[in-house]
């Protein structure tokens, strides 16, 4: 038996958060050159175009030493436009670049490994997203499946660039 002295019994209340859809969606195409060589490509706004999903990069900041520091982006999918952010997650020169991607709807991380092969380097690209509202929770399926079903053609013809 539990006694509650001094105090005016309530019973506690219960609220169910829904847990956040989310997908994670990563491929793998070898590119002819050195892994410095595709690092430095990386540094071009315009290459993320190609690969990580966005279909237009915008208003992209550079410092003084020409490293890629973000920039404002466009992504089509289920024929609805996404405006968004990429802000610097990890750089790790020669092997690694990461961003934090933010939209209205999704937001989640982008990132390029590398890594040498015998034929030249490794190209690993990485998508993480996760739903940021309602809306975009009931459409997030669609939304993912679109993003994640070019990713494999983008990562090739990127690789397929150096070659």
Same mark, same amino acid.
Do not use: C
């Given at each position: 038996?539990?006694?509650?002295?001094?105090? $005016?019994?309530? +019973?506690?209340?219960? *609220? @169910? =958060?829904?847990?956040?859809?989310?997908d #994670?969606?990563?491929?793998?195409?070898?590119?002819?050159? *050195?892994?410095?060589?595709?690092?430095? =490509?990386?540094? #071009?706004? $315009?290459?993320?175009? /190609?690969?990580?999903? %966005?279909?237009?990069?915008?208003? !992209?900041? %550079?410092?003084? /030493?020409?490293?890629?520091? &973000?920039?404002?982006?466009?992504?089509?999918?289920?024929? $609805?436009? @996404?405006?968004?952010f990429?802000?610097?997650?990890?750089?790790?020169?020669? /092997?690694?670049?990461?961003?934090?991607?933010?939209?209205? /709807?999704?937001?989640?991380?982008?990132? %390029?490994?590398?890594?040498?092969?015998?034929?030249?380097t490794?190209?690993? =690209?990485?998508?993480? =997203? #996760?739903?940021? &509202?309602?809306?975009?929770?009931?459409?997030?399926?669609?939304?993912?499946?679109?993003?994640? +079903? &070019?990713? !494999?053609?983008s990562?090739? #013809?990127?690789?397929?660039?150096? &070659?």
């Open positions: 038996m539990i006694r509650i002295v001094g105090a $005016k019994a309530t +019973s506690p209340r219960i *609220r @169910y =958060v829904a847990p956040v859809p989310r #994670e969606f990563s491929h793998t195409s070898t590119a002819a050159a *050195r892994p410095d060589e595709v690092f430095a =490509v990386l540094d #071009e706004p $315009k290459t993320w175009e /190609e690969i990580g999903g %966005v279909d237009r990069v915008t208003d !992209p900041v %550079v410092d003084d /030493e020409g490293r890629l520091q &973000g920039f404002a982006f466009e992504v089509r999918a289920a024929g $609805k436009a @996404y405006m968004g990429a802000t610097p997650l990890q750089r790790i020169e020669g /092997e690694l670049m990461a961003w934090n991607v933010d939209t209205t /709807e999704i937001r989640g991380t982008t990132s %390029v490994a590398l890594r040498p092969a015998d034929s030249g490794d190209v690993t =690209v990485t998508l993480e =997203v #996760e739903s940021k &509202g309602l809306l975009s929770a009931m459409f997030f399926p669609v939304i993912a499946s679109v993003i994640g +079903s &070019g990713l !494999p053609r990562v090739d #013809e990127f690789a397929a660039r150096f &070659g």
